[in-house]
C-alpha cells in the first residue's frame, strides 16, 4: 500500500482520534488585568504540575495547557511546559496523559519537541498513543515529511492492518474495529 495514503488515513484523524477527554473545554478567565507574573510564571507552574505524582493535577495541568494553546488571544507564556509535555509522554504510566500531552504539543505548535516524538512512538506501547501521534505528526509536517521516515511508514502500516476500519459519528466519537 502507498505510504502516502496509509499516513493520509493518520492525517484525517488528527483531532477526531483524541477522544472527548481530552478535548474537553471550559471556560476559563486569566486573572483580571492580566498581571505580568501571572503571564511570565504561569507556563513554570504547569511545568511542575506536569510532572505531579497526582495523577488529577496532571490531568488539571493538561487541561489548562490546552486551553490557554487554543486561546489566540494570550499572553501567557507556555513555552516552559513543553519540556515537561515531552516527558510525560515518554514516561507516564496513564495512556491517557501521553496521548493528550500529544495534542497539548501539537496545540502548541511545538516544532521541534513535536517531531521529536517521531522516535518515541516507535516505542510506545499503546496502539492508540501510536495512531494519535502519527496523526499529529503528519497533520504538522505533512505526508511527504513523514513518508521520508520509513519506521514511521512501517509503523502505520502495522497500525493499519490492525485497525483497518474507522468509523467517526459526531465530533467526538472514533470508533475503530
Not at 495547557?65 to 494570550?74: F, K, S
Amino acid at each position: 500500500m502507498n505510504p502516502h495514503r496509509i499516513l493520509s488515513f493518520f492525517a484525517l484523524a488528527t483531532l477526531l482520534a483524541i477522544p472527548a477527554q481530552a478535548q474537553h473545554t471550559s471556560s476559563f478567565a486569566e486573572p483580571a488585568g492580566e498581571p505580568e507574573a501571572f503571564t511570565r510564571f504561569f507556563g513554570h507552574q504547569l511545568a511542575t504540575s506536569l510532572g505531579s505524582d497526582v495523577e488529577e493535577i496532571r490531568f488539571g495541568a493538561l487541561d489548562l495547557v490546552m486551553q490557554y494553546a487554543r486561546d489566540a488571544d494570550t499572553r501567557v507564556d507556555l513555552k516552559p511546559a513543553v519540556p515537561a509535555l515531552h516527558t510525560m509522554y515518554r514516561r507516564d504510566a496513564v495512556e491517557q496523559c501521553r496521548y493528550t500531552s500529544v495534542a497539548a504539543l501539537h496545540a502548541l505548535g511545538a516544532e521541534a519537541e513535536l517531531w521529536r516524538l517521531a522516535d518515541a512512538v516507535l516505542a510506545e506501547p499503546s496502539e492508540r498513543v501510536q495512531r494519535i501521534t502519527l496523526a499529529a505528526l503528519v497533520d504538522r509536517y505533512g505526508i511527504e515529511s513523514v513518508a521520508q521516515n520509513k519506521d514511521l511508514v512501517r509503523l502505520a502500516r502495522r497500525l493499519m492492518k490492525s485497525r483497518p476500519h474507522v468509523e467517526v459519528g459526531g465530533p467526538s466519537l472514533i470508533t475503530m474495529n
